[in-house]
């Protein structure tokens, strides 16, 4: 990844119906102007996004990349901001097939959890945002019509999987490690 522009690369974990696919987007070195509608992720990354997800066989596949992408009402950075891109990345998991697409973002002071149905997609998009381990927003009344569970203390998030049930349990915490929201979601909700 030394060799290219923007930093991106992927991770894969376990094997068979135990496996977990951690995809790392550079959401900034390509990306034009906030609002503009224009380029996010560039050309070759979404090639090598596109490669990614086409030959994935994992049961659910993580994509990290900083801002949030469900989340499109707040002003602040998100993937909201180039609803263009926003539409290439979910028309890009349709095209693919990939299963078992779950967002992971932070870089809001909050964490909060996003679920997006979409007509086209055969499953939702959930997008887990953990952050805030030195600072929170205690006071935050942004809107999120996708919004499930929200904690504005300071917090951070765990991933649980349960390979005998078939879930994936998506935890926020207090500094305390005390659960604060838990979304259980199973792989037949990620579209096996």
């Known amino acids: 990844r030394w060799e290219r522009e923007g930093i991106y690369t992927s991770y ?12 790392l987007l550079d959401v900034r070195y390509h990306r034009d102007e906030r609002g503009s509608d224009g380029s996010m992720l560039g050309e070759e990354q979404w090639s090598w996004l ?9 049961k659910v596949v993580l994509v990290g990349g900083g801002i949030q992408f469900v989340s499109e009402d707040h002003p602040f950075e998100s993937w909201g901001q180039f609803p263009s891109e926003r539409q290439r990345m979910l028309n890009l998991i349709k095209t693919t097939g990939v299963k078992g697409v779950i967002f992971l973002s932070g870089d809001r002071h909050f964490a909060e959890l996003s679920k997006l149905n979409v007509d086209s997609l055969d499953y939702p998009i959930y997008d887990f945002t953990s952050s805030g381990l030195t600072h929170a927003n205690f006071v935050m009344f942004e809107r999120n019509k996708h919004r499930v569970a929200r904690c504005l203390k300071r917090n951070y998030g765990t991933i649980e ?6 879930t994936v349990n998506l935890n926020a915490h ?3 490690g005390k659960i604060v929201f838990s979304e259980k979601v199973n792989f037949s909700e990620l579209g096996w």
Do not use: H, M, P, R
Not at 12 to 23: A, E, F, L, Q, T
Not at 50 to 58: D, G, H, L, Q, Y
């Open 12 to 23: 894969n974990y376990g094997v068979g119906d135990s496996s977990v696919k951690v995809i």
């Open 174 to 176: 207090k500094l305390s």
């Open 50 to 58: 596109e490669n990614e997800f086409s030959s994935s066989k994992a």
């Open 161 to 166: 999987f349960d390979w005998t049930n078939q």
